[in-house]
């Protein structure tokens, strides 16, 4: 079935040092939508990017993605982390195809801890 | 605007006892529903979703039950609560499959 791994359950960072979460899945469906959410402390997880355009660089509040199809990979980057960056990051996969019905996957979540 | 209300925020409940969790949305006209389970450490975890009143699909078997009695709401319940139920329980909706998910405040279940 579908899948999304995230290798790091932990990050620990310190502030202005680039961020790099990993993120591949599986699926059978030729049309993957990927995304990444965050979870703050004792927050509902918000929608931080998402794509399906393979190749193709988002961007949103200084986070980036590109979902790569050939490596089924959609790897969260930041140039430089800063402290409220520290949140609970999921990568989740849905299917455009819609023979999945409306499933959304879930990664197990990485945790990132930024330093002063 | 769109908002997304969950009830109650906490809850702490016995072992065997029922529950019945709640969810409205408002400002948005057949979204599509979703409850999920967030165990205490653990990853998000789909439970149920409805596309249309009176339609649920179960996607995860965790002795719970879902309803859509009218199209802006969306209620999880089970007659007795296990231990394994204690967790962060998230109501979302979106537009269409594979779109943006928008997720409640969640409610804290803790069984006793």
């Known amino acids: 079935g579908d899948s999304v791994t995230q290798t790091e359950g932990l990050v620990t960072l310190t502030e202005g040092l680039p961020v790099m979460l990993n993120c591949t899945y599986q699926t059978i469906y030729s049309n993957p939508f990927l995304f990444w959410y965050v979870q703050h402390l004792n927050e509902s997880p918000r929608l931080l990017l998402k794509?399906?355009?393979?190749?193709k660089r988002t961007e949103h509040q200084g986070f980036h993605a590109t979902l790569h199809k050939s490596s089924s990979s959609f790897h969260l980057q930041k140039s430089s982390a800063q402290l409220s960056d520290s949140a609970l990051y999921y990568c989740?996969?849905?299917?455009?195809?819609?023979?999945?019905?409306?499933?959304?996957?879930f990664g197990i979540g990485t945790l990132l801890s930024v330093k002063p | 605007a769109q908002t997304i209300h969950q009830w109650p925020v906490a809850e702490i409940k016995a072992v065997g006892s029922p529950l019945s969790l709640g969810c409205t949305i408002k400002?948005?006209?057949?979204?599509?529903l979703y409850w999920y389970w967030q165990a205490t450490g653990g990853t998000l975890q789909q439970l149920f979703y409805?596309?249309?009143?009176?339609?649920v699909e179960s996607v995860v078997q965790l002795n719970l039950s879902a309803s859509r009695p009218k199209d802006d709401q969306f209620i999880l319940s089970t007659e007795k609560l296990l231990l394994s139920h204690s967790g962060f329980y998230l109501c979302?909706?979106?537009?269409?499959?594979?779109?943006?998910?928008?997720f409640g405040k969640g409610t804290r279940l803790t069984v006793v």
């Open positions: 989740a996969l849905s299917d455009l195809g819609g023979s999945s019905g409306n499933k959304l996957i």
């Open positions: 400002g948005k006209s057949s979204p599509n």
């Open positions: 979302a909706w979106s537009l269409d499959r594979a779109t943006e998910v928008f």
């Open positions: 794509s399906f355009t393979d190749n």
């Open positions: 409805s596309i249309t009143v009176g339609q």
